[in-house]
Each structure stands twice: as C-alpha cells, then as structure tokens.
C-alpha cells in the first residue's frame, strides 16, 4: 500500500503560479505511476496531468497543456505538479493518486490510491 499526503495549495491571482507536492509513503513509490485530479464545486472529479513510474513520460489534460508540468523525484517519493498562468477555472480541490500499471491510466476509477486532496483557488 502506498499513502499520499498533498501539500502547495492555497490562494492565487489569476495568472500567478503554485507548485502542489505529493508525498508518498513507502519503498515502492518507483513503481507506482501517478496522477493528478481535480474536483471543483458541483462537477466531477477530473484528470489533470499523469506521469509513468519511470517519470520518462507524462500526460496532460488539454485544458492544462503548456501551463502545468508534472515531475516525480523517486528518491524524495514526491511528485509535484507546477501550475503556472493560473487561471479562476482551474479553482478546485486537487488530488493526487497512484496506480501500479502496465499501461498509462488517466481516469479516476484505473487508480488505486488517493491522497486527501488540496484546495486550490484562483481569483480574477
């Protein structure tokens, strides 16, 4: 089993810049891929950005393309998501998650482990 805690949220004016951390517990981070998700107010939970356990290939949803980066530290058992040019839309509760996989997943019901979830929000 793997546990997540996130970290990084908080308050931002549009167009500014938040770096969301995600650590994990346990030996075998290196063999989980991770992703991260959002859920704002009323609308379902969404994918935002995956990256393979190797950290060699990541995904982004295109709504996010150019604007966020997701990376992992497998020595640190951390991956991180780098929001830049923030935007109100992107306001939500962000969740990072893991899954042991042999092909990339990017939906909710393919992962495995949830951390609690971080809130971000973006004013205007």
């Known amino acids: 089993q793997v546990q997540l805690v996130e970290s990084g949220g908080g308050l931002v004016q549009a167009g500014g810049s938040l770096r969301l951390s995600c650590a994990a517990s346990?030996?075998?981070?290196?063999?989980?891929?991770m992703g991260w998700f959002r859920q704002a107010p009323g609308k379902e939970r969404e994918f935002v950005a995956a990256?393979?356990?190797?950290?060699?290939?990541?995904y982004y949803a295109d709504s996010v393309k150019g604007r966020f980066t997701i990376s992992r530290d497998n020595a640190k058992n951390t991956v991180y998501l780098q929001m830049n040019s923030l935007k109100p839309e992107d306001t939500a509760v962000y969740y990072c998650?893991?899954?042991?996989?042999?092909?990339?997943?990017?939906?909710?019901?393919?992962?495995?482990?949830w951390g609690q979830g971080t809130q971000v929000t973006v004013t205007s």
């Open positions: 998650a893991a899954v042991v996989s042999s092909r990339v997943v990017l939906t909710t019901k393919d992962y495995s482990y």
């Open positions: 346990g030996r075998t981070f290196s063999t989980y891929d």
């Open positions: 990256i393979r356990w190797s950290g060699e290939t990541t």
